[in-house]
């Protein structure tokens, strides 16, 4: 066992599976993966997913929209990524990891649907067949263009948020994490729960995911709804009793100023009686 684990920490094991990653674009572990996003942030791996499923839309097979729609993604964030030294690298790492799913057949059906609707948005199938049919090694620079002019990446929007949202699972908690989170998933708003829940819970978010499946991402939602109704209820608790005690107040100095109106009235009645009985006895004197 202690061989076998460090022959999977030894150098050459680690460039053997960062270049199999780099090469096929296919991970299984953090080197693997390592490899798939330096191909995908480098553009080779987009573009040779580009160009796979492309030819097939070209000649009429079998075309994996998704893997079409995120790699014309990856595209525009790897440029993205770029301009902005990183800051969009979450969102690359993840659109790296949901191309994998997809390829490995780890992506949760539901998301799957959604994932392909927002992939066609991405890609306009009757151009991008043209492009690849017409293209041609002699002029790799209109080939390129035509390619490129059939991705509209301003509909990549939701791919790109969604992505990103795996990104920080992964960032967060680990590669396998946010594996399982591509499983379960059913829609962005889940993907967005994932990232909720690893950012507070890091290398736990798997244990979690194990057991609770899909609904500790509900429950994230769920918290977060009884969290909202917790502060309301707690806020119109302090409104009774900010109530109760000013109505209180106003009552008890009321039967304050009562109290004291009455023993003044009692004083001057008081008075009033005594001052006759004194001036009798006076004369009386």
């Known amino acids: ?9 030894s150098s050459p094991y680690l460039a053997k599976r960062f270049a199999t990653g780099l090469v096929t674009g296919s991970a299984d572990d953090l080197a693997s993966l390592s490899g798939t996003v330096a191909g995908d942030l480098f ?7 580009v160009v796979r499923e ?18 014309a993604a990856g595209l525009a964030v790897t440029a993205a990524t770029y301009v902005s030294l990183g800051g969009m690298g979450p969102a690359r ?5 949901v191309k994998d799913a997809r390829k490995v057949g780890r992506l949760g059906e539901r998301l799957t649907e959604w994932a392909g609707r ?5 890609v306009d199938g009757p151009m991008l067949q043209n492009a690849v049919a017409s293209g041609s090694v002699l002029r790799p620079g209109q080939t390129i263009g035509a390619i490129r002019a059939a991705f509209r990446t301003e509909k990549a929007g939701a791919l790109i948020r969604a992505a990103k949202d795996v990104g920080r699972v992964g960032e967060k908690a680990g ?3 946010a594996q399982d989170t591509l499983r379960v998933a059913e829609n962005p708003k889940d993907l967005a729960r994932a990232a909720q829940l690893a950012e507070s819970n890091g290398g736990k978010t798997r244990a979690i995911l194990k057991l609770l499946g899909r609904g500790a991402l509900l429950l994230v939602a769920g918290a977060f709804d009884l969290t909202m109704w917790i502060m309301g209820a707690l806020l119109a608790l302090f409104g009774l009793l900010s109530s109760i005690k000013t109505t209180t107040e106003r009552l008890t100095q009321s039967w304050l100023d009562r109290n004291k109106a009455r023993r003044q009235r009692r004083q001057i009645a008081s008075g009033a009686s005594s001052s006759p009985a004194m001036a009798i006895a006076g004369a009386t004197g």
């Open 43 to 49: 553009v080779f791996g987009d573009i040779r997913d």
């Open 118 to 122: 927002s992939a066609r948005e991405v």
């Open 1 to 9: 066992m202690a061989e076998a684990v460090g022959e999977q920490n």
């Open 175 to 177: 590669l396998r994490a």
């Open 93 to 97: 790492a993840g659109l790296t990891m």
């Open 54 to 71: 492309g030819k097939h839309l070209a000649m009429g097979e079998d075309t994996d929209r998704v893997v079409l729609g995120l790699a």
